[in-house]
């Protein structure tokens, strides 16, 4: 089995892959605070509830990648490794790691181990050119080329984030929850609110993609649009650029990246 652990700035999604097809997946909080002992102790309970794993941290385990957007974390998951994972194959994403995607930015380094990840995905999965729409903290835009390069990308507040912020700053307005509204027109403030999210990000969608397949294909009918993220769900119907959602993108990502890299270890 191997374990693959995708750190975002809000939430830890966590997949076990049996060969190539997902049978487990979790998605907990992340918390920069966390050591090693404790997210060895959080590991050892989830896993430990899934029939085809021992009750011992680590049975099963023959494999683990990761990825992360917290330094903190990484670090205390590189500690995971070492101590409880001591004899297992451990690849963490990060400079020098073998990933098969060209990388055409000003500073490679600066680009994000997530939004590599989800362009080694796209590539393997949908070939290029794609676009890469990742909803989790930040909304991210992440292009690839024919060829198979990452090209560079589109930062958005994410959902969540605008969502907190209009709460804050409007007066009369407050947290709500994220739900589809009934319709466009809201009869009320929350779904006025609701409106406001589901369709402002949909449109905000087709606009940026429509703009960025212009840029990366001669054709941007041949730039295939792959949504993912936690957040993704909520405007899937309306965004009329999707083509694809696949909600294991980094996931599936990450397993590619070991399996690229674990027989040069």
């Given at each position: 089995m191997l374990l693959t652990i995708d750190v975002g700035n809000t939430h830890t999604v966590l997949g076990l892959f049996d060969g190539e097809d997902i049978v487990e997946h979790w998605r907990i909080s992340t918390d920069a605070r966390r050591t090693a002992d404790e997210l060895a102790v959080l590991l050892q309970g989830l896993m430990g509830m899934h029939p085809l794993l021992g009750e011992e941290l680590g049975d099963g385990i023959d494999g683990i990648a990761i990825c992360s957007t917290v330094p903190s974390v990484l670090h205390e998951l590189r500690e995971v490794t070492r101590r409880y994972y001591g004899d297992v194959p451990a690849v963490l994403v990060e400079p020098g790691i073998k990933t098969?995607?060209?990388i055409l930015m000003d500073n490679p380094?600066?680009?994000g181990a997530d939004r590599i990840i989800?362009?080694?995905a796209a590539v393997e999965l949908y070939g290029g050119p794609a676009i890469v729409v990742d909803f989790g903290t930040a909304?991210?835009?992440?292009a690839v080329s024919a060829r198979g390069e990452y090209t560079g990308g589109v930062i958005a507040p994410g959902i969540?984030?605008?969502?907190?912020?209009?709460?804050?700053?409007g007066a009369q307005l407050r947290k709500i929850e994220l739900a589809r509204p009934r319709a466009v027109i809201g009869k009320n403030t929350v779904e006025a609110m609701q409106a406001g999210i589901v369709y402002g990000f949909a449109g905000q969608v087709d606009g940026?993609?429509?703009r960025m397949a212009r840029e990366l294909a001669d054709d941007?009918?041949?730039v295939t649009v792959i949504a993912t993220g936690g957040l993704a769900?909520?405007?899937l119907g309306e965004a009329a650029a999707i083509d694809e959602h696949e909600p294991w993108l980094t996931l599936i990502g990450l397993r590619l990246v070991y399996e690229r890299n674990v027989s040069r270890m």
């Open positions: 098969g995607v060209p380094k600066e680009v989800n362009a080694v909304t991210t835009f992440d969540e984030i605008s969502v907190e912020a209009l709460g804050v700053r940026v993609v429509s941007p009918d041949d769900p909520m405007v």
